[in-house]
């Protein structure tokens, strides 16, 4: 048997290729978008893709579901559980491409493999896991998505997104059933779950690629619960922080559809003149995927500064509006595994305009295509300022970091949320923005200033300042 598991890490997104050894057909669990590299890892082991299998309507990632019965002759297993997705209304699937939507207790096929649906609601309402006996008689497996992680479980408020979606005691009521109807699964059963540490969907995820139900009993925290009568709801809500703002978004696309995509696009490379010319033009945001350093030594107008890092989808999805379109700077060698991240995160293919070199950048004149953006202070200085009460300082870390110590009057707005909150930082004083090392601020200041505001960056974070013996607060 074919087990492939396709880690997404800016996301922490894993799906899954299972193979029939027999007939050499395959099936993908939680497909994302990008639907062309499932083929590509199929075809090295002789197999074909003939179905698609999604555990629940995604908020983090687009779902590739559309994109596979809409552009390829497979058949895909959704869920029947809650509404049916608007976008199955409106069908343009290819020939011989089909859904099939399915209940608890029904069975499908792929070659001689013998999946079986289990319903398991709480992170949403129609959420699904796969459970498979390997062949010859080895280990069950359970496809658990977004319901069961390791050490963790589907975060319950998740679920208010979607459309008819839980209410949180619905949804934590819903997920202490689900985690009951884990009982009857022998200890050695493998899970295989949608995402790992790291990914918003949970809040304790362990760095683990794949547990077992045995290891779950001993160490998740809602298991255990369950298995103590203890604080469920406690249990799992510990930790919980509001949800990413793209999310909803995302959410909406997976369940209205429009994201119907064969492959990546093929992002241009812009001329100098192009680029001027767009920088200038409010309608396009420039994504600038330098290093801090060299972001500030040439600062362009309408710019985000997000490295192309792990966090680097989830930072740009926040930070964008629904219509904005990009211009990347990037190296050639990298832009077309940013596209794929980007239209994950919800980019349509079309806003992605084209990318420059960081060289072509540093080459443009001055003048009427001006530089602007932030500047990195001292922590000493940040502390004349707050001394003074001579600025806004806006404090970006998690919600437990913040509880942990901050600076004397510091707003508290993550920086995930800091787009959609903007609008409720004063704008009379200049504004410092810091973290844990400096580097989730810089990009935080790098979007205040793109909306006006007069911003900067405490440099090293917040440490290098309760270090140095100033005042804080915990």
Known sequence: MLLRRVFDSTLAQTSYIVGCDDTHEAIVIDPACDIDRYFAIAAESGHRIVAVAETHVHADFVSGIEGFVTHHAVTAYVSAEGPEPAWLASPTFTQHGRVRRVHAGDRFEVGT???????????TRESLSFELSAPHGRTRLLFSGDFLFAGDVGRPDLGAFATDGLSLREAIDSMRASVASLDDLPAETQVLPGHGAGSACGTQICNLPATTIGIERVINRAMRAHADNGDFAGAIMHGTTAPPPYFARVKRLNEHGGRAISAPPVVRELTSDEFAARCQDPHFTVIDTRPWNEYLDARLPYSVSAPFERSFGPTVANYLD???????????????EIARVLLRVGIAPEAIEGFVEAATVARLATGSFATTGVDDISPVRVHDLVSRGAATIIDVRTCAEFGAGHLPTALHVPFTHLRAK???????????????????SARAAALLARHGFDAFNMRGGYWPYAGRGYEVTV
């Not at 013998?114 to 709480?122: D, L």
């Not at 810091?434 to 989730?440: A, D, E, H, L, T």
């Open 422 to 440: 903007s609008h409720e930082i004063p704008r009379d004083k200049p504004v410092v923005c810091y973290c844990r090392s400096g580097n989730r």
């Open 113 to 123: 493999l013998v999946f079986t649906v289990r319903h398991t609601p709480g992170h």
């Open 322 to 336: 629904d219509d904005d379109r990009v211009v990347l700077i990037a190296a050639h060698t990298v832009v077309p």
